[in-house]
């Protein structure tokens, strides 16, 4: 796949679909930046086999919820190589509980890790790229922002958000060189949905289409697809990998 671009921040990359985002755009030649909060070993052991492959890596932990830190995080990207060509913001949560029993700070925290730490990345990168008249970012969102899910309305609303908000700023940067896209994953196995019991996981590959999970690398290589110079006619799209589960 072909990069204009030359660096990327994957945020919450040290495990799941971050991690194999991460891997997978070193492999296309990016000096990757792997992003974790509390997994410091996981972040250089994806480090390690970015660079057991012959990839270019470095390991950034910082809250992507905390705004001075995400904005310190970018500055010392731009200070080491000058530039940050492209964005992945793939950290996520879920904080499960039906409606009635979810308190407001339930609902907050999911929506400030997964939306309004999305907002910042946008924004920030935003300002750097605009210097480069260049830039492609791609949120990771759910097919649940497109669904909603029972026990799941601040998730919901927090993914749901990242969508209409990477439309947004798709029309804001549109005359700037920039791109701004979603991917909206189905059910992965990864650690999240790993959460699950058997029952729940039997009950929605039931749902699929193709009646599987679908697979880290498949997130990774759509994520590429919409960073990359083969999608350079594309901004503002939702990109829903999710075997045929939700067609609409
Ligand atoms: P995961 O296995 O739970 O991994 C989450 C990653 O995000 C970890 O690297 C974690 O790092 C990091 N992270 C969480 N909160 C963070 C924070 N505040 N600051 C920095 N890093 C943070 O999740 P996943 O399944 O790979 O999901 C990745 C993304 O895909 C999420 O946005 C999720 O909502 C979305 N998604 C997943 C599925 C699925 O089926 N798995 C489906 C649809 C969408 P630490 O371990 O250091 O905290």
């Given amino acids: ?17 971050g991690a194999e985002i991460a891997k997978t755009l070193a492999s296309f030649g990016l000096k990757v930046w792997i992003n974790y ?14 660079e057991t492959d012959g990839g270019n890596a470095a390991v950034i932990g910082f809250d992507v919820s905390d705004e001075s830190a995400f904005i310190d995080a970018i500055k010392t990207i731009i200070d080491s190589d000058g530039e940050l060509s ?46 480069k008249k260049f830039g492609s970012v791609v949120n990771i969102s759910s097919i649940i ?39 909206t994953p189905g059910f992965i196995a990864t650690e999240m949905t790993n959460e699950l019991n058997d029952e729940i996981k039997n009950s929605i590959n039931a749902k699929i289409p193709m009646k599987r ?20 006619y594309i901004t503002g799209e939702t990109l829903k990998v999710n075997g045929g589960m939700n067609m609409a």
């Fill in 213 to 232: 999970m679908g697979n880290a690398k498949e997130v990774a290589e759509a994520t590429a697809f919409l960073l990359s110079d083969h999608s350079s």
């Fill in 86 to 131: 492209y964005l992945v913001n793939n950290a996520g949560i879920t904080n499960d509980k039906l409606a009635l029993r979810m308190k407001t700070d339930d609902f907050m925290s999911v929506i400030n890790a997964n939306l309004t730490s999305s907002f910042i990345g946008c924004r920030e990168s935003m300002k750097v790229m605009r210097k």
């Fill in 145 to 183: 922002g497109e669904t909603g899910n029972a026990g799941q309305t601040n998730y919901a609303a927090s993914k749901g958000g990242v969508i209409a908000m990477t439309k947004s700023f798709a029309i804001e940067a549109a005359t700037s060189g920039i791109r701004f896209n979603s991917v």
């Fill in 1 to 17: 796949m072909k990069f204009s671009g030359k660096n990327v921040l994957v945020t919450g990359s040290s495990r799941g679909i």
């Fill in 37 to 50: 909060r509390n997994g410091a070993v996981e972040a250089d052991a994806v480090k390690e086999a970015i």
